[in-house]
């Protein structure tokens, strides 16, 4: 059975840092395509980063040259690095995997049950 586990969130300071980690178990996440998601309150769920097998990525707009993905294959950890965080960036962040490429279209099959991000101003 497939899991992910995200963990690293918290309060920051709007400039400040965070680094996201999803442990997954069940699988080999090297034959996975992986992305990382986050919905504010009232607001639709977005797609932030993802990872292809070869690992390549891509971005959301409002967060290239901020964010970065990565994984380690090893560990079969996800992880997403944050970077001169902005109040916007506040929500709930999820991972997610799936056997096909879906980018930043949130219809990945496997998710993660979310860690809160929280940027002040």
């Known amino acids: 059975q497939v899991q992910l586990v995200e963990s690293g969130g918290g309060s920051v300071q709007a400039g400040g840092s965070l680094r996201l980690s999803c442990a997954a178990s069940g699988y080999t996440s090297s034959s996975y395509y992986m992305a990382w998601f986050r919905q504010a309150p009232g607001k639709e769920r977005e797609g932030v980063a993802a990872i292809d097998r070869d690992g390549s990525t891509a971005y959301a707009v409002s967060v290239k040259g901020r964010f970065t993905i990565s994984k380690d294959n090893a560990k079969n950890t996800l992880y997403l690095q944050m970077n001169s965080l902005k109040p916007e960036d506040t929500a709930m962040y999820y991972c997610?995997?799936?056997?096909?490429?879906?980018?930043?279209?949130?219809?990945?099959?496997?998710w993660g049950q979310g860690t809160q991000v929280t940027v002040s101003s």
């Open positions: 997610a995997a799936d056997f096909v490429w879906y980018i930043l279209f949130p219809r990945y099959k496997h």
